[in-house]
C-alpha cells in the first residue's frame, strides 16, 4: 500500500495528520508542495480524488486569496487549477492519497485521514 501526503511541516493539521498516518504503519510519500508546487492538472485530478470543485481546495482566509487580482471564476475549474498552481500556499493542507484506490482526503481535521488508512 502506497500513500502521498501534500505536506507543509509549518502546519499543525499537516503535521497531525502525518503523525496518524505513520501511528497506522503507513511510511507515504510526502510532497512538501510549498517546495515542489503540483501543476494545474494534478490539482484538478486532486479535486476529483476527493469528490469536490476545485474552489474547495482554495483556503480563503489566506492573504493571498483575499487579496488576489488575478483571481479567476470561482466555478472555472480549469483557469483556477491553473492560478491555485501559481498559488499553492492557497491550497488547502494537508491532503492525502491511497494511490491504490486513488481516494483522497483533506486533513482538516486530520481525523479524516482515517476514512482511507488501512484498519
Known amino acids: 500500500m502506497t500513500f502521498t501526503i501534500y505536506h507543509n511541516p509549518r502546519c499543525s493539521k499537516s503535521r497531525k495528520?502525518?503523525?496518524?498516518?505513520a501511528n497506522a504503519g503507513v511510511s507515504p510519500q510526502v510532497v512538501r508542495y510549498l517546495e515542489?508546487?503540483?501543476?494545474?492538472?494534478?490539482i484538478r485530478e486532486l479535486a476529483v480524488?476527493?469528490?469536490?470543485?476545485?474552489?474547495?481546495?482554495?483556503?480563503?482566509?489566506?492573504?493571498?486569496?483575499?487579496?488576489a487580482a488575478?483571481?479567476?471564476?470561482?466555478d472555472d475549474d480549469v483557469s483556477l487549477a491553473a492560478w491555485l498552481a501559481r498559488h499553492p500556499r492557497v491550497m488547502q493542507r494537508p491532503i492525502v492519497?491511497?494511490?491504490?484506490t486513488g481516494v483522497a482526503?483533506?486533513?482538516?481535521?486530520?481525523?479524516?485521514?482515517?476514512e482511507?488508512?488501512?484498519?
Open 105 to 114: 482526503v483533506v486533513g482538516r481535521p486530520p481525523e479524516n485521514v482515517m
Open 17 to 21: 495528520t502525518l503523525e496518524l498516518i
Open 116 to 119: 482511507i488508512l488501512p484498519s
Open 36 to 42: 515542489s508546487p503540483p501543476g494545474a492538472d494534478r
Open 70 to 74: 488575478d483571481l479567476p471564476d470561482l
Open 49 to 67: 480524488m476527493i469528490g469536490v470543485p476545485v474552489s474547495d481546495l482554495l483556503r480563503r482566509n489566506e492573504d493571498e486569496f483575499r487579496n
Open 97 to 100: 492519497i491511497d494511490d491504490a
